[in-house]
C-alpha cells in the first residue's frame, strides 16, 4: 500500500534498514522530504507558512505506532493531498 511507502535518502535507508520503527521513526526525522520527516515528528517551518497550512490541512501528524490502522491513515492523507496537488476530482 502507498500509506506503507515513504521516500528516503540513501544513506538515511542504509542506516534505517530494517529496524523496528521506533527506531526508523529517527531517521525519518533526518529526511529533507517532508512527508518523511512527518512520520517522525510534526514538520514545522515558521508562522502562518504555506507548509504550516498544508501540515494542518494534510494533518500531517508523526505516529506513535506503525500497524495496518495506521498505514490506512496515511494512506487516505497520501490520496487527499495527491487530489489537491494534482488538481483531480472526486471520483466515488
Known sequence: RLGNLTLLERVI????????????????????????????EKPSVGKDTEVERIAKE?????FNIWNSDAIEVRQQMLTKLAKEVWEMPNIT
Open 13 to 40: 535507508n542504509t542506516s534505517a534498514g530494517n529496524n523496528l520503527f521506533e527506531a526508523k521513526k529517527q531517521a525519518y526525522q533526518q529526511s529533507r522530504f517532508l512527508l518523511t520527516q512527518s512520520l517522525g
Open 58 to 62: 494534510f494533518r500531517l501528524e508523526p
